[in-house]
């Protein structure tokens, strides 16, 4: 273009951001800084999100400086993109620079609100404040849209509090919103993670138009609820409708598989995803392994992550539990090490195995190394899983007086588990 201006300038920062090329729009953004152009707020928002989108913390908070010092702040635009930055992107799921944006907004909207309520939901430890924030939202004027009560509905499935939920859906079924596809499938996940199979089933029969998303909410509630017959017959009908399979369907089907120790269906599933052209998937080789590992081979579970190209967090956890599990904690702890090499930066979840692994062959100062670095090099608190493991640690070894002097110091009060 010969002549260009904030709104084009804009325009394609913004295109850029939402079709998933989030590094070219922020250097289109660096780039239009040079030209002497100065951002707006539709600017900042959509390089919000693209810092969000490639995990950029520390630019998300070179930005908010700006937007502070420019008077945009308090905008209800770039405060959405402020929240979804800090949550998104906060170490260890925590949102409390979240909630301190929202807070500051003089006026919010539904996107606002909607926006704070998923970043609850998606923290994974906060599903009662995302439910208390959406009663608190139409207890005054603003009415909630299909993504409000999609993240809510998330927020009681993860409680397997089915009862919140029904009159959560009561709510959308008198705003006209219960035949909204999105709704539908946080209706079915909601009663799947319950228990509640049967209603997830009605959930699922009486969508109007069934999507991917619907069929995979489905099945991996069978799959979790161990009922693999159910699992692999929505399976066939998947194939038969067109629609399509996506890694997400095969990692439910690997599940089921691996529920009921059914490694023969499982290599079954494996030779179907290398025919689709999913060998590679990094999701689809995560199920593999916990497949494998769960059906007792363990060396073949060792064979797909060796062939991965790309390991995350869940990848190593999956192999280090797999080995923790069959006796092989050596190899177990020689895989920590690994992992920490490569600078993936361990979960909860590694060290609840780490610990595990550490108290079946007696290692107790390795495992007083890694119950230490949880906090100190890793910015983990200790939740009572890894205090069990560790008075669990110091009880097999016989150290008995020191086990209980572990209990008398822990920072919260031991329950049945410790």
């Known amino acids: 273009m010969p002549e260009r201006n904030l709104v084009t300038w804009t325009l394609m920062i913004t295109r850029f951001a939402q079709l998933g090329c989030a590094r070219d729009a922020i250097d289109l953004f660096l780039d239009m800084e040079l030209s002497g152009y100065a951002p707006d707020r539709f600017t900042y928002s959509s390089v919000l999100s693209a ?8 630019l998300g908070k070179q930005l908010h400086s700006r937007v502070i010092r420019f008077g945009l702040a308090l905008d209800v635009c770039v405060g959405c993109s402020l929240v979804n930055m800090y949550a998104k992107c906060a170490a260890d799921g925590l949102v ?26 998606q923290s994974g430890e906060c599903d009662k404040e995302a439910i208390e924030l959406f009663c608190r939202m139409i207890s005054g004027e603003i009415q909630p849209n299909q993504f409000s009560f999609s993240s809510v509905l998330k927020a009681c499935g993860n409680l397997s509090d089915p009862c919140i939920g029904e009159q959560v859906y009561g709510y959308a079924v008198k705003l006209g919103l219960s ?7 946080s209706l079915i996940s909601m009663y799947a993670k319950s228990g509640r199979m049967e209603d997830a089933r009605k959930a699922f029969d009486i969508l109007f138009e069934k999507n991917l998303v619907s069929y995979n909410a489905i099945v991996d509630g069978y799959a979790k609820n161990m009922k693999s017959e159910e699992t692999f017959l929505l399976f066939n009908e998947i194939s038969d409708t067109g629609i399509g399979i996506n890694a997400f369907t095969f990692a439910s089907l ?51 992550f060796d062939r991965m190209e790309d390991w995350n ?11 923790a599990k069959h006796g092989f904690a050596a190899r177990a702890l020689e895989m920590v090490c690994k992992m920490l090499e490569t600078g993936t930066k361990p979960n909860k979840i590694t060290f609840v195995t780490v610990l595990s692994a550490c108290s079946h062959v007696g290692m107790i100062s390795e495992g007083r190394k890694h119950f230490n670095s949880m906090n100190e ?16 640690l110091l009880g097999q070894s016989g150290l008995l007086v020191e086990a209980m002097e572990f209990i008398n110091s822990m920072s919260v009060m031991a329950d049945a588990l410790v």
Not at 179 to 185: A, E, F, R, W, Y
Not at 313 to 323: A, D, L, P, Y
């Open 51 to 58: 810092c969000t989108e490639l995990g950029l913390l520390a």
């Open 96 to 121: 409390d620079d979240s909630r301190k944006v929202f807070d500051r907004m003089p006026a919010h909207n539904v996107m606002s609100w909607t926006t704070i309520i998923t970043a609850y939901v």
């Open 179 to 185: 035949s909204v596809n999105c709704v539908g499938n």
């Open 254 to 304: 690997l599940s089921g598989a691996a529920s009921i120790g059914a490694m023969g269906k499982g290599e079954q599933i494996h030779g179907r995803l290398l025919k689709e052209g999913f060998e590679s998937n990094q999701c689809i080789c995560n199920a593999l392994i916990s497949m494998y590992s769960r059906c007792g081979n363990i060396e073949s579970a060792f064979q797909v």
């Open 313 to 323: 967090v869940i990848s190593w956890t999956s192999m280090i539990t797999g080995f």
């Open 377 to 392: 090099v890793h910015g983990i608190i200790p939740r009572m899983e890894h205090y069990a493991c560790m008075v669990d």
